[in-house]
């Protein structure tokens, strides 16, 4: 069984920046995706980015590339999303999720969830 937790969730001003963490714990393999969405109210839940463990290479939606960073700290089995330039329409509940290697955009491709952690970006 594996399990997510993810943290670091807050309330910032617009242009702030927030790191997300998803700690991940269970059986795990090197062939694993760790992946990143959010969902505001009344949307759905909307891909952002997607890191392999075997070789780190990232997977960025066109909504945040250049602004938001995925990236892996496999000593501590955690994932992070360094987001900056944070506006108010980046408000959300924000989810790390885990897949195989052929997980991708779609939530259906994931099996684990963290809980979700709130993220508000004051105007």
């Known amino acids: 069984q594996v399990q997510l937790v993810d943290s670091g969730g807050g309330l910032v001003e617009a242009g702030g920046s927030l790191r997300l963490a998803c700690t991940i714990s269970?059986?795990?393999?090197?062939?694993?995706?760790t992946a990143w969405f959010r969902q505001a109210p009344g949307k759905e839940r909307e891909f952002l980015a997607r890191?392999?463990?075997?070789?780190?290479?990232?997977t960025y939606a066109d909504a945040v590339k250049g602004r938001f960073t995925i990236f892996k700290d496999s000593a501590k089995n955690t994932a992070y999303l360094q987001m900056n330039s944070l506006k108010p329409e980046d408000t959300a509940v924000y989810y790390c999720?885990?897949?195989?290697?052929?997980?991708?955009?779609?939530?259906?491709?994931?099996?684990?969830w963290g809980q979700g952690t709130q993220v508000t970006v004051s105007s």
């Open positions: 890191i392999d463990w075997s070789a780190g290479r990232p």
């Open positions: 999720a885990q897949g195989n290697y052929y997980s991708d955009y779609r939530v259906t491709s994931y099996r684990y």
């Open positions: 269970g059986v795990t393999t090197s062939r694993d995706v």
